[in-house]
């Protein structure tokens, strides 16, 4: 039989294939766009503006709807009402881990301005350090800038237009050149480093006296060393180590450049908070966690800053853990979840303009915080960001060091300063700016 025609009929029965999975699973999953096939709905798909894409799905479709990325189903949870019920009150249905293609490749001068990316990402880094390796590094230590190096890279590649094709379209992590080979490249180097320090751990480790993560780590894979099933083994210490690395300083450090750029282009902002700040603590002692209940407006510029900039719009995949009838659809076990963080920190009815940054969304009429149900940039459930508490901590601090000893100036208008993100794919990722730190 001529080639080509056997090309054909395998193409076509690949097809049919396809459209009959499609009709028979879709009567099942809640509305969506009409996938195409092999491909889905990535055509329909701003991949450089996901979020709005969802939102504007969510019109049409409703609040529970179905995205098909390639051949896989997606099911999207848009608005708090939606996310709650699914992540809370059906916590542990939905608490299932999604797949995130990429990622399961890796799981094996004086008043002069500057760029703040580097100083802002080597703070959080080297709390994360000091909690896996006992130690801070040095600005200048090489090691470290090559580590962060690496991370900040790797933070901006996950976010671009291709890597989010990469994640909808799988296969072409494997077979296709691209920015993802780098991403990969640079995991890996990362986990070939945190080896290096894992074995010097083993060489000097006390087992009555651990001094970090690492070491707490070691001691209970030992314990555990005859148990075939333990999840304590050499693999997951590094993976688990290169997880806290990435999750626990990009995350914040981005959070920290995209507040300051708010609080440059708001300076009404900044001149309320210093005046908390100069009536709670001084200029004589550093901040505390203990001052924050006393200092509702700084707590809601804290607030204001993560519900604004909106760090993961999607949060990370979910997955259900078994056949689950959810708003009367019948949703498979395995399926993706991926609930709309974004049509909840900016639900208009919660936090009016949300498009404006006010602090006053977290305040009462007399000034005092208000919590709200709808603050969810870690997303909620079961599968809420276990560093919440750290991260939570450290933007308090850090921002409100900054605002007690430095004034912050802007080389232009504030009122030009645009705070679109570039890139909103799986991290928002705020526009390179210049700013000046002047001593109070």
């Known amino acids: 039989m001529d080639p080509a025609v056997v090309l ?69 949870l848009h608005g708090y009402e939606a996310v709650k019920e699914a992540l809370i009150d059906h916590g542990e249905e939905f608490s299932g881990r999604g797949l995130l293609p990429i990622s399961e490749r890796t799981s094996k001068g004086l008043a002069s301005s500057c760029d703040p990316t580097f100083i802002l990402s080597c703070a959080p880094c080297n709390v994360i350090c000091s909690i896996i390796f006992q130690r801070r590094f ?25 890597m989010q094709i990469c994640n909808n379209l799988p296969v072409i992590i494997d077979y296709l050149p ?9 995991v890996a180097l990362t986990k070939s480093y945190i080896l290096e320090k894992i074995k010097e751990h083993q060489e000097t480790l006390d087992v009555n006296n651990p001094r970090d993560f690492i070491d707490c780590f070691l001691i209970k894979m030992e314990q555990e060393k005859h148990n075939s099933q333990s999840e304590f083994t050499m693999e997951n210490l590094v993976n688990t180590v290169s997880d806290l690395f990435a999750a626990g300083t990009e995350t914040t450090s981005t959070t920290l450049r995209y507040g300051l750029l708010l609080l440059l282009k708001h300076p009404e902002v900044i001149a309320k908070v210093q005046e908390e700040i100069d009536r709670v603590i001084g200029r004589q002692r550093s901040p505390s966690m203990q001052d924050k209940s006393h200092m ?27 056949d689950i009838k959810f708003r ?113």
């Open 328 to 440: 009367n659809y019948l949703i498979p076990k395995g399926t993706t979840i991926l609930p709309s963080l974004t049509s909840v920190l900016h639900d208009d009815k919660e936090f009016p303009n949300p498009e404006k940054f006010d602090p006053g969304h977290f305040l009462d009429e007399s000034g005092n915080f208000k919590k709200s149900n709808f603050f969810m940039p870690f997303s909620t459930g079961r599968r809420i960001c276990l560093g919440e508490g750290l991260a939570r901590m450290e933007l308090f601090l850090f921002l409100t060091s900054i605002l007690q000893n430095f004034n912050l100036r802007s080389l232009i208008d504030p009122k030009k300063l645009d705070a679109t993100p570039v890139s909103s794919g799986f991290i928002s990722v705020p526009p390179l700016y210049k700013i000046c730190f002047i001593p109070v």
């Open 178 to 186: 691209g920015i993802h080979n780098k991403f990969l490249k640079n």
């Open 138 to 162: 040095d600005y200048k230590d090489q090691n470290f800038l090559t580590l962060m190096e690496r991370l900040n890279k790797n933070a901006k590649i996950i976010s671009s237009s291709w």
């Open 8 to 76: 054909v009929l395998c193409l076509s029965s690949l097809l049919l294939i396809f459209l009959w999975r499609q009709s028979s699973g879709r009567g099942k999953l809640p509305p969506g766009p009409t996938p195409l096939p092999i491909i889905g709905n990535i055509l329909q798909i701003d991949v450089k503006n996901f979020k709005n894409t969802i939102s504007n799905f969510s019109k049409v479709y409703g609040p529970v709807f179905t995205v098909y990325f390639g051949m896989k189903p997606a099911v999207v």
């Open 296 to 322: 509702p407006y700084t707590d809601a510029m804290v607030h204001e800053i993560q519900r604004y900039i909106d760090l993961v719009p999607s949060s990370l995949p979910h997955a259900v853990t078994c």
